[in-house]
């Protein structure tokens, strides 16, 4: 990777993106549950349209509705797991350095510890201390070692952060 492109989100051909074995398989089991309620769905519509007049029919409009809902979900589903990149952190063969699936502590400029764990787009939860690789915070700390001080850009101006721990999940590849 060129220095120019240091402080930009990992680029990947074709419109692709990373995203962790567990974020593949939330994506697919979201996929199946859609198919099933669309099914599901699609009797309801069936049987209110042999209720008779369908401009006046709740059940049917509804119906219909939620299916064009269904639909629109299922093709986002199935373009993210035809475009997504499955990386494994477990195998990441570099593990003094932050990468995609790091698990990351770091500290502020107000002492304040915390544990971020870097992954797909799809699977960011700041509750859950998961952030999306293009966040500000996951990009600045990209290819950052244990005791590299690097800055995050943030919409209130830079800030300070030093890495204190980087981990992988699985066993340490040698």
Do not use: C
């Given at each position: 990777?060129?220095?120019?492109?240091?402080?930009?989100?990992?680029?990947?051909?074709?419109?692709?993106?990373?995203?962790?074995?567990?974020?593949?398989?939330?994506?697919?089991?979201?996929?199946?549950?859609?198919?099933?309620?669309?099914?599901?769905?699609?009797?309801?519509?069936?049987?209110?349209?042999?209720?008779?007049?369908?401009?006046?029919?709740?059940?049917?409009?509804?119906?219909?509705?939620?299916?064009?809902?269904?639909?629109?979900?299922?093709?986002?589903?199935?373009?993210?797991?035809?475009?997504?990149?499955?990386?494994?952190?477990?195998?990441?063969?570099?593990?003094?350095?932050?990468?995609?699936?790091?698990?990351?502590?770091?500290?502020?400029?107000?002492?304040?510890?915390?544990?971020?764990?870097?992954?797909?787009?799809?699977e960011a939860n700041m509750a859950a201390g998961k952030i999306s690789i293009?966040?500000?915070?996951?990009?600045?700390?990209?290819?950052?070692?244990?005791?590299?001080?690097?800055?995050?850009?943030?919409?209130?101006?830079?800030?300070?952060?030093?890495?204190?721990?980087?981990?992988?999940?699985?066993?340490?590849?040698?």
């Open positions: 990777m060129d220095e120019d492109d240091e402080g930009a989100p990992p680029r990947l051909p074709r419109g692709r993106f990373y995203m962790t074995p567990e974020g593949e398989a939330a994506l697919r089991a979201e996929l199946e549950a859609m198919r099933t309620e669309r099914h599901r769905v699609v009797e309801i519509v069936s049987w209110a349209a042999g209720n008779g007049d369908r401009s006046e029919n709740a059940d049917y409009k509804e119906g219909k509705r939620r299916l064009r809902e269904i639909d629109r979900r299922l093709r986002f589903l199935s373009q993210r797991l035809e475009s997504g990149e499955v990386v494994d952190p477990a195998a990441q063969a570099q593990r003094d350095r932050v990468f995609f699936g790091a698990t990351v502590t770091y500290v502020n400029e107000r002492d304040e510890e915390r544990t971020v764990t870097i992954v797909g787009v799809d293009g966040s500000p915070m996951a990009l600045a700390m990209l290819r950052a070692r244990v005791g590299d001080e690097v800055v995050v850009r943030t919409p209130t101006g830079p800030s300070s952060i030093e890495i204190l721990e980087i981990r992988y999940p699985g066993p340490r590849a040698e």
